[in-house]
Structure formats: C-alpha cells, structure tokens
C-alpha cells in the first residue's frame, strides 16, 4: 500500500521544540520531492518547506527560516521538519506530500505536482 505517514506532532510550549517525520511506504522517496505544508484553523493550507528530490536544495517560507529545517534519509525512507522556536501561530496539522521530480513547484513551495499526500499531524503551540 503506497502511503505516507506523518508523527511527531503534539503539544509544545512556545519556544519549543518538535521534530516531524513524513514515513513513506510502498515506494521510495529516491527522486521526488518532498513538501510540508500546514493548516491552521479557519484558514487555508499554505507551503512550509520543501525540498529536492535530490535533497540538495531546499526552501522555507519567510517565517519559518532560522527556526525549521528539513532533511531527508533515503536510507530510512523518510523526510524530517526539525523545528525550533515554535510560535503559536505555528499550530496548525502539518501534512507531507512526496512529487516524482516535482522540483520547480517545489522552490515555490506550491501544491501542485504531488502524487501522495499524508494525513497530517497536529502542532499545537501553547502555554
């Protein structure tokens, strides 16, 4: 069964610290890129970080840089969001999706071009 599986998520204080990770099974996340995304309640899904099949690059939207980074490990056939600093408007159910090459969207943090998408895991930042 081709799936991914985010875990990692729960409840932090803000200033805290979560690491995500986004579990492939049923293929191989060699060559496609890997997004997060998120959803806050009441709005609408928006990019977090990205990056390339080839794990060379990567991409962050403007109020996560210096606090997220994201990695992958083929080996382990998964992709991580390591995040620190975490704010409450950092809440929101945080989803993965893996795009075969799916670079140019990607650099864009887009949601175009992914063929899998998790279920999301919950990021609830408060005191």
């Known amino acids: 069964q081709v799936q991914l599986v985010e875990s990692g998520g729960g409840l932090v204080q803000p200033g805290g610290s979560l690491r995500l990770s986004c579990a492939a099974s049923?293929?191989?996340?060699?060559?496609?890129?890997i997004g997060w995304f998120r959803q806050a309640p009441g709005k609408e899904r928006e990019g977090v970080s990205c990056?390339?099949?080839?794990?060379?690059?990567?991409y962050y939207r403007d109020s996560v840089k210096d606090r997220f980074t994201i990695s992958r490990d083929n080996a382990k056939n998964t992709v991580y969001l390591q995040m620190s600093s975490l704010k409450p408007e950092d809440t929101a159910v945080y989803y993965c999706?893996?795009?075969?090459?799916?670079?140019?969207?990607?650099?864009?943090?887009?949601?175009?071009?992914?063929?899998?998408w998790g279920q999301g895991t919950q990021v609830t930042v408060s005191s």
């Open positions: 049923g293929f191989t996340l060699d060559y496609y890129a």
């Open positions: 999706a893996a795009g075969l090459g799916n670079n140019r969207f990607c650099s864009r943090l887009l949601q175009l071009g992914y063929e899998y």
């Open positions: 990056i390339s099949s080839s794990g060379g690059s990567t």
